[in-house]
């Protein structure tokens, strides 16, 4: 059974830091992972999808590795800004029916 | 134009009651999901169907059955209800089942009183 811890939970930072939220899964089969937020009562937006055979993603401030062997996935933001305040999931995805488990987030706010 | 949308948004409901969740996706995707969101934020995948096929079914409560009249839409109806069923419910689509970008609706919080 996939087990996905997220660390930090909660994350508070000024604005304009570089930051890393970290991402470790139990088992290493995937097919590929892929990072959301969630904004409070909101559904969720995909923010970077990670194929199995890829060690990183980019997207403007976003970028994404993955390491499938360890089975670690960070996510770095750049400059942040308080509009990046959100809880920020990460989803590993085992097999061809995109069996998908979620960790529980890191909750980020960006203090102007 | 709203990618993948649920109805409705909020439903307060008593024990006992029956009631649907709608979801429909204009995306043109092949596969559906539903997923639930309890009070800690842990959010599991419930159902996921393909092409109107039942492909994945959680331990999930039989008094849960989704219905995909077409690939458009997959609702869920829940029988029974209970106080543990109090949870936001979110709809999400993929292109197939071997493409993985999910979709998200905006969810439904329901309340069982």
Redesign the interface.
């Known amino acids: 059974k996939q087990e996905v811890t997220q660390i930090p939970a909660a994350l508070s930072v000024p604005e304009g830091e570089n930051l890393v939220l970290n991402c470790s899964f139990t088992d290493s089969a995937i097919y590929n992972l892929q990072w959301f937020r969630q904004d409070p009562g909101k559904g969720l937006t995909s923010l970077l999808l990670i194929q199995s055979s890829q060690r990183e993603q980019t997207s403007g401030r976003l970028n994404a590795s993955l390491d499938k062997s360890s089975g670690r996935s960070t996510l770095y933001i750049a400059a942040s800004q308080p509009g990046d305040s959100a809880t920020y999931l990460c989803a590993p995805v085992r097999g061809g029916y995109q069996k998908v488990t979620f960790g529980i987030g890191t909750k980020l706010q960006v203090i102007p | 134009d709203t990618a ?1 949308s649920q109805t409705p948004k909020y439903l307060v409901t008593q024990m006992g009651n029956d009631k649907s969740i709608k979801c429909e996706q204009n995306l043109g995707h092949d ?1 559906m ?1 539903w997923y639930k969101q309890d009070s ?6 419930m159902f ?1 169907y393909n092409n109107k096929e039942l ?2 079914n959680e331990t999930v409560p039989n008094r849960f059955s989704p219905k995909s009249p077409d690939k458009a839409h997959l609702n869920l109806h829940i029988n029974s209800l209970e106080l543990g069923d109090s949870a936001v419910y ?1 709809c ?1 689509s ?1 292109q197939n ?2 493409t ?8 439904t919080r329901l309340t069982v009183t």
């Open positions: 993948v596969t999901y800690k934020k842990f959010l599991k995948i996921s492909i994945i979110f999400a993929s089942r071997d993985y970008e999910q979709y998200f609706g905006p969810g």
